[in-house]
Nanobody, 124 residues
Framework: QVQLVESGGGLVQAGGSLRLSCVVS????????MAWFRQAPGKERELVAA????????YIADAVKGRFTISRDNAKDTVYLQMNSLKPEDTAVYYC?????????????????WGQGTQVTVSS
């Protein structure tokens, strides 16, 4: 059974940085597309960033483009989300997600493995 465990969330002031990590266990190979979603109170879950299994292709949502970067280290079974220049509107629970495919997918319904989420709070 594939399991995802996020870490790195916390409280940070506006303009600060955080790096989220997601460790994947239980998978048989690295051919997984990985993504970070977030959900703020009262809002729908939204895609923040995604990365294909080789790391050669990435997707970054317009709301975070130029501030967030997604990367992965398949040797460590870990995907990262580097978040810089954080804004109060980035406050949300951030979820790591995975799907066993070589394709790049961007809908939450495309992902079948999810972490428990990590809270990111940005104070003004």
């Amino acid at each position: 059974q594939v399991q995802l465990v996020e870490s790195g969330g916390g409280l940070v002031q506006a303009g600060g940085s955080l790096r989220l990590s997601c460790v994947v266990s239980g998978r048989t190979d690295s051919r997984y597309v990985m993504a970070w979603f977030r959900q703020a109170p009262g809002k729908e879950r939204e895609l923040v960033a995604a990365i294909n299994w080789t790391g050669a292709s990435t997707y970054i949502a317009d709301a975070v483009k130029g501030r967030f970067t997604i990367s992965r280290d398949n040797a460590k079974d870990t995907v990262y989300l580097q978040m810089n220049s954080l804004k109060p509107e980035d406050t949300a629970v951030y979820y790591c997600a995975a799907r066993h495919t070589i394709l790049m997918v961007t809908r939450s319904s495309d992902y079948n493995y999810w972490g428990q989420g990590t809270q990111v709070t940005v104070s003004s």
